[in-house]
């Protein structure tokens, strides 16, 4: 009896699952009924149009140089570097720091920032700046920030130092 009492419970709670441990399974991304392809989220449309102008492959497992670590394009610098098109809108100040040389792109980490968006990084010590994908951080708007390591060297930062920049949407 305590073995039909035993099961039945088991049968009970599992009965949701598609498989053992199912009840952590994520749900699986909304298919397109023409195409039958996955439906990217807002989320992921916005990140790709930010992705071409500041997005590079990961270097190499065997990477320990600057230029080996840097693997965005002279073409995505050269665009990175060029001056803005539209107006953009004064975030603030922060001191940023090296973030990890393996992520690859032109980044910042910030608290300056609450969702992924387009910006530019200046420099105030050289006057150069470069276009990044700004990404959240959580911590006081005061906290400081880590920068990509190609994104560092196109506005003359040290990569060992702290730098002070001025931080602003694109567009």
């Not at 399974?25 to 071409?52: F, N, S």
Request: glycine share 8%.
């Amino acid at each position: 009896m305590k073995q039909l009492v035993v099961s039945g419970v088991l049968v009970a709670l599992l009965s949701g699952c598609s498989t053992v441990g199912g009840f952590l399974r994520k749900d699986p991304a909304p298919l397109d009924v023409v195409t039958g392809e996955t439906i990217p989220t807002a989320a992921e449309v916005e990140t790709a149009a930010l992705a071409p102008a500041t997005a590079a492959p990961p270097p190499p497992p065997a990477a320990r140089t600057v230029e080996a670590l840097d693997t965005t394009t002279p073409e995505q610098r050269a665009a990175a570097v060029a001056p803005a098109q539209s107006p953009s809108k004064t975030l603030g100040k922060t001191v940023v720091s090296l973030g990890s040389p393996t992520e690859p792109g032109l980044w910042m980490k910030t608290p300056l920032v609450k969702d992924e968006a387009q910006g530019r990084v200046t420099n105030p010590a050289n006057g150069k700046s470069s276009l990044v994908t700004l990404l959240p951080l959580d911590g006081p708007s005061t906290a400081g920030s880590r920068m990509s390591l190609p994104a560092l060297r196109l506005i003359g930062a040290s990569l060992t130092d702290l730098t002070e920049v001025q931080v602003a949407l694109e567009g």
